[in-house]
């Protein structure tokens, strides 16, 4: 029998995409950011609930900072057909401390959806934010857009949106042939013909910066990914980092986010701070 994909048989390409199993207490950690999240929405300055588009799910969480400044747009994973913009509020918490705005993005799932169509959700709020987040302090002309798993891979789709500056793509998927080959693509629904156009490893690459993140504590197809789409940027002449963070897994990399000296949030001030000198 022919394996599946890069000599894996069926059931080593879905254990190798399943992220989840793989991390033992990833429901706990679930968990812990629903907790967090849920405060973080409680606070009197959230502006929750933005709407950008008629779907029931695209709205636009928005998490002020105490002054004008740079805002950070990110993008949830769950890979895109499930999870939701709220659990991933508690992110803001520590980049607040630097001075950044932060919007969480909700969008339709599969298989209400094809991927396709949440790339066009993703431009279209990112879009809503370039015209509106003056409103309520935000830079449109410095938008660091980042996303963790699906997220990072709607990330690296979406670079050429009005205002983004930089990505900061976390624990990304940018090949798609392997999850349209696993189990994954029982709700998505991928043809082989859809995956070129939608492998950010494929397309033209950005010339905006990216900074592209993994934990060397998660799946070695999630670690590889990482690895092989910076390498199809460096191949094309594009600026960015790879940043593999020690012990680390699918989730825990989060809080390297949410806290204000966490090694992402780190890096996204330091990426404002680059670009707004730039201005």
């Not at 959806?113 to 949440?118: H, L, Y």
């Not at 302090?137 to 789709?157: F, N, R």
């Not at 029982?186 to 950010?200: F, M, N, R, W, Y």
């Not at 592209?212 to 990914?225: F, K, N, T, V």
Request: aromatic residues 8%.
């Amino acid at each position: 029998m022919n394996a599946p994909y890069r000599g894996m048989d069926q059931a080593s390409l879905d254990a190798g995409y399943n992220n989840s199993a793989a991390v033992q207490n990833s429901t706990a950690l679930m968990a812990e950011f629903d907790i967090l999240s849920e405060q973080m929405r409680g606070q009197a300055e959230a502006r929750i609930g933005l709407r950008y588009g008629p779907a029931p799910r695209q709205l636009i969480d928005y998490f002020p900072a105490a002054k004008p400044g740079p805002l950070l747009v990110f993008i949830h994973g769950g890979y895109w057909q499930m999870r939701s913009k709220d659990s991933f509020s508690f992110i803001a918490q520590g980049l607040h401390e630097h001075g950044m705005h932060v919007a969480l993005v909700g969008y339709t799932l599969a298989p209400n959806i094809s991927i396709a169509g949440i790339v066009s959700e993703v431009n279209a709020a990112i879009a809503w934010l370039a015209a509106n987040a003056s409103n309520f302090g935000g830079d449109p002309s410095c938008i660091l857009l980042s996303g963790w798993s699906a997220g990072a891979h709607l990330t690296a789709m979406c670079m050429d949106a009005p205002g983004v500056i930089a990505g900061l793509a976390i624990s990304g998927i940018y090949d798609l042939e392997p999850v349209r080959l696993s189990y994954l693509n029982t709700k998505l629904g991928l043809q082989v013909e859809d995956v070129p156009a939608i492998s950010p490893i494929t397309l033209r690459q950005s010339p905006k910066p990216m900074l592209i993140a993994y934990g060397q504590s998660e799946l070695p197809e999630l670690q590889r990914q990482s690895q092989a789409f910076h390498a199809a940027r460096v191949a094309a002449g594009m600026p960015g980092v790879l940043l593999a963070l020690p012990d680390l897994n699918h989730f825990t990399i989060l809080r390297e986010l949410s806290h204000a000296q966490g090694a992402l949030a780190l890096a996204a001030k330091d990426i404002c701070v680059a670009s707004t000198a730039q201005i």
